[in-house]
């Protein structure tokens, strides 16, 4: 299983390289002849899908702890490749990679899956999370998405009083009422503006034993 499990990370490194080589080639010879526009498009697209194929198949593998070493680096490598597909291409739309093509989970659900596999990124490096939050304010990314992404991270912590510390208030719950000036904090820093008071819940405040 260790040895199946490297060479398929190894496939999806070598794999990726060749991809971004023929779709850098093709951008050129798109922009250079003013066509081939469908091309470019089915190619855009079988990167996103190549690396959501990635993500999906390092899930579905039997738990071990070499599962949770390659996963972690897979997840690392994916999200370089969705970030330098943006810098490269622009966030992923219909527009981009057509819509047809967009229909297809494997293209649409790539930067989801990548994100919301990598949130420690975006709360730990602030270089990350500008580079998001530009999106969002072109207008490319919802900030309630964005939002979810961060609440993702927060969602797999716990308090001193064993509750998750969520912030946000996105699909992932409701944040502690005595985490209220965090939360508002959080969301003013992408843009959003508190929480009312039907979105927050009670939590314990008795440290468990």
Same mark, same amino acid.
């Given at each position: 299983?260790? !040895? ?5 990370? $190894? ?8 991809? *971004?080589? =023929?779709?850098?080639? *093709? ?16 190619? /855009?697209? +079988? ?6 194929? &990635? ?22 490598? @994916?999200?370089? *490749?969705?970030?330098? +597909? ?6 992923? @739309? ?9 229909? !297809?989970?494997?293209? !649409?659900?790539? /930067?989801? &899956?990548?994100?919301? !596999?990598?949130?420690?990124? /975006? ?7 500008? +580079? +998001?939050?530009?999106?969002?304010? %072109?207008? @490319?990314? %919802? #900030?309630?998405? $964005?939002?979810?992404?961060? =609440? ?21 719950? %409701?944040?502690?009422?005595?985490? #209220?000036? %965090?939360? =508002?904090? &959080?969301? &003013? ?21």
């Amino acid at each position: 299983m260790k !040895h199946c499990t490297l060479l398929l990370f $190894l496939i999806c490194v070598f794999f990726s390289s060749r991809a *971004k080589r =023929d779709f850098e080639d *093709k951008k050129n010879a798109s922009n250079t002849l003013g066509s081939n526009v469908n091309s470019l498009q089915d190619s /855009l697209a +079988f990167v996103l899908c190549q690396i959501y194929g &990635a993500d999906q198949t390092m899930r579905h593998l039997k738990p071990s702890k070499w599962k949770v070493k390659v996963a972690r680096e897979v997840d690392t490598a @994916n999200y370089n *490749k969705i970030k330098e +597909f943006i810098h490269l291409y622009g966030l992923p @739309n219909k527009e981009l990679v057509g819509e047809e093509n967009y229909k !297809h989970e494997c293209v !649409h659900a790539a /930067l989801v &899956a990548v994100l919301l !596999h990598n949130p420690h990124r /975006l709360v730990n490096e602030q270089e990350e999370l500008d +580079f +998001f939050l530009e999106e969002v304010n %072109k207008g @490319n990314m %919802k #900030r309630e998405f $964005l939002a979810a992404v961060l =609440d993702k991270y927060y969602w797999v912590k716990r308090d001193e009083y064993g509750n998750k510390k969520l912030l946000y208030g996105s699909q992932f719950g %409701k944040p502690c009422s005595y985490n #209220r000036v %965090k939360s =508002d904090s &959080a969301r &003013a820093v992408i843009g959003l503006p508190p929480l009312p008071d039907s979105m927050f819940v009670e939590c314990k405040t008795i440290p468990p034993n």
